[in-house]
């Protein structure tokens, strides 16, 4: 699994020039989403700029974005836009436009362009929405459709046919002592009279593979594999020692519906509710009852429910998270903590290429239980920032690829732990944790 994981992450990046370097015939794309766009006839726009060059997009969103972008219309020389009803195209300034319909042609938001107020007007009763002139759909944009937050689900769902398929790394190292929210060196923490063990250093490493699909216009479907590898230093006799354990194998398998319950007709603000549950594919082994933190699975059935909420306000996304999961007790008599949590995201974006923001969740986690007994270093609170950006360096192939890099660090700890004789049974916090993932994005036609 991790060979293939590995590959799927050279794929990515390599298929667009294997592509280009098998097939001379050139077909045009979308310039900003990288869409083919004789796939998308009904909404595609064709735009010339001032020193001659000539683009296409797939509709009409992102040619607003690319007009943004290139610093507003008298860039260009002529901008077209195809007329919904009949077919042809018109200038985009004499156009008249309806956003957030029920009908989603291209991208997201979804306006389409009428050659006239009284077609666009008897489209709008029928399929709902608002009206704009030309100057309020170039205002009604933002330079991206959607960001995707790392700590936290989007509450904006992916339209109908459209397809992502991304594979990654993470890493995460923990190497602090945590007594309640008191933070202790691991070499510090083992001096302490009658400790005579304790924990080190804890390395979590993961290669993922991610599709996300839209079923319907409303409703997404979002799917995460991976394959761990984990190691763990303790320290034994008072630190005269130390002893690593490792663990590798399949981790649980993830598979999330966000279903959106209100969006408003700008599309920069959506409601979604989010129902997952987590598959036992990950290994639960009896070897570590003492130590869960080196298990890649639950062993049992889990289930994720919660409420997301984004906002757009020109060109910064805002995201929020309010969210419960709890896992079943599993063959061995083991049962995870349930974790709820909050989590919120401000992404920046300049441009359709780019996106920056900083994250932050905080995590309830209750205690594990084994064999009805709750087992008293397990649990607690942790709260993590982190960092991200995001660059979408290719179009090709009829989509997009990008590359996400996070990082972050623990803001707040306070973890359970308990006295056991002498001696403190803890757990390890601190550290840092980053990842990286290779994306393709596109969408099939729907129409």
Known sequence: ???????????????????????????HSCKVCGMYTDQFRATSCELTRRDGKKFETCGVACMLRLVNDEGGP?????????????KVLIPAGEAVYVIGSRVIPDMIPNIIAFGSRDSAEAFRMKEGGEILDFTQALLSVSPMGMTMPVLIKTAVTSPKGALGIGAGYMHMTMDEVKVGSDSVDPGDFIKRPGQLMGPKKMESRAEMFMVSYGLTDRLSLDVNLSYLEKKMESYKMGGKMTETTKNNGFGDAAINLRYNVWKNAYYSKFLSVLAGVTLPTGDFDSAFITMPGLQTGTGAVALTGGLLFSQRYKDVWFHYVASYSGAFENSDDYKFGGVARIGAAVHYTPNYNFMAGLEIDANHIGKDRYQGADIGNTGGFRSNAAAVADWKFLTALGGNFSVRLSGGVPIYEDLNHYTAGMAEKVKLGGGYFVNGVVSFKKRFPVL
């Open 1 to 27: 699994m991790k060979k293939i994981l590995s590959t799927l992450v050279v794929l990515l990046v390599l298929i667009p020039y294997v592509s280009f370097a098998g097939d001379a015939r050139e077909r």
């Open 74 to 86: 008298d860039a260009f020389s002529s901008i077209m836009v195809h007329d919904w009803d009949k």
